[in-house]
């Protein structure tokens, strides 16, 4: 005999209104939200208004056409060309261009001596580890503003002038900067560059394939001799596809200077060596923390594993590492970006040098230090992104 077990209905619960009442806690949240908010939006509308009427009254112009005049000065150095009729648009994206040159080079740089040298305070060579240890602790404690002083002193005044500069090859290092030979651009550089980005590319999905296949088989494919074939291969496969072309614009000694080539200008140089020695001893004591949160457990198991402690490091401990190097990480690319506009104290023409001529020929302060300032904001938003998504790609996955 069969049982027939019957399932009692029951009423679906209807949702909750939410009402916004002072005597409801949600309702009082939303309340001082909602003030906070009209606050603060008040506090910028009277800020504004002032500002405006104080100027008027004092005869002071405003507004942003002044962008469209001719800037009418000099800049030092400069990546795309300008006449006696550009713009201060063109001034502000040589300002631009030139910041976003020494950032990036710089944060390239100091990840690679600061990763170098975090790991190098866990070297079994006592000097190793004691030099190490001796650069964190010195060019930590110095101030940025000091040290990019004592850079620019050292390439202007110890570097022997241009007519006895020190010499290997082609290349040249004096008092003027650092001349290099340069290829003469054709559209076989440009299908190089191309090849060079495709290979990154192609070298950075191969190798997180090949970390997958180790994760799920324990065999280990070469990574870093396919990743060069990758790069080299396609940036030389794009040279050739471009006519190979094979033209160099060499340095040579003129009368004045070094001419012909490429440069870095001494300005250019002490910005760079500066940020890069003093965010790279940060960028160390993060990697060694990073490192030292990693249990002793997991190097044991990795040496039981049989691998070298390269491999323990490479394979087992900095992936483990990454989720408390990356978030300070971030910070310190922030900083080092926001620290290149101290390049005004050296005379390199960044965006806030470019910034404080134009302040000084127009007039027009808030206009110039809100560009600025929205520069910085979008850089600072998009590395903060882009980080972001690094850390959220290299984060433990649970099984």
């Not at 060694?288 to 990795?302: D, N, P, Y």
Request: overall charge positive; proline content about 4%; charged content about 15%.
């Amino acid at each position: 005999m069969s049982q027939t077990t019957m399932i009692e209905a029951r009423p679906i619960p209807s949702r909750k209104r939410r009402s916004i009442s002072w005597n409801s806690r949600e309702g009082r949240s939303v309340i001082y939200q909602v003030v906070a908010i009209a606050s603060v939006a008040t506090l910028i509308w009277l800020l504004v208004r002032n500002t405006l009427r104080n100027m008027r009254e004092r005869g002071i112009q405003s507004g942003y056409d002044f962008m469209g005049q001719p800037f009418g000065f000099d800049v030092s150095e400069t990546m795309i060309p300008y006449d006696v009729m550009s713009t201060y648009w063109t001034a502000f994206s040589i300002g631009l261009l030139n910041t976003l040159k020494v950032a990036v080079i710089g944060i390239v740089l100091a990840t690679i001596l600061g990763t170098l040298i975090g790991v190098g305070r866990f070297s079994s060579n006592f000097l190793a580890r004691k030099i190490c240890y001796g650069y964190v602790e010195f060019f930590r404690n110095v101030p940025i503003y000091l040290q990019l002083l004592i850079w620019y002193i050292v390439f202007t005044e110890v570097l022997p002038p241009f007519e006895e500069a020190w010499q290997a090859g082609h290349f040249y290092l004096s008092k003027g900067g650092f001349s290099f030979p340069w290829p003469v651009w054709k559209l076989g550089q440009t299908l190089a560059l191309i090849g060079l980005l495709a290979g990154v590319v192609g070298s950075w999905l191969y190798a997180r394939k090949a970390s997958k296949h180790f994760d799920l088989t324990g065999q280990q494919k070469p990574v870093l001799l396919v990743s060069l074939a990758l790069i080299v291969g396609l940036a030389l496969l794009g040279w050739l596809a471009g006519g190979a072309p094979t033209g160099w614009n060499l340095p040579v000694k003129g009368t004045f200077q070094i001419e012909e080539g490429a440069a870095f200008s001494p300005e250019f140089l002490a910005l760079l060596l500066g940020l890069v020695t003093y965010t790279a001893s940060f960028i160390a004591e993060i990697v060694r923390s990073g490192i030292s949160s990693v249990s002793l457990g997991q190097h044991e198991a990795a040496a039981s594993l049989g691998l070298s402690k390269r491999q323990s490091m490479r394979l087992v401990v900095l992936p483990q590492a990454l989720r408390v190097i990356i978030p300070p990480l971030t910070s310190q690319y922030l900083n080092l970006t926001k620290n290149s506009s101290l390049a005004v104290a050296i005379g390199y023409p960044d965006l806030v040098s470019i910034a404080n001529t134009t302040l000084n020929q127009t007039g027009r302060a808030i206009e110039a230090l809100s560009i600025v300032m929205l520069v910085y904001l979008t850089l600072s938003l998009l590395t903060s992104a882009l980080m972001n998504w690094f850390n959220a790609s290299a984060a433990i996955q649970e099984r």
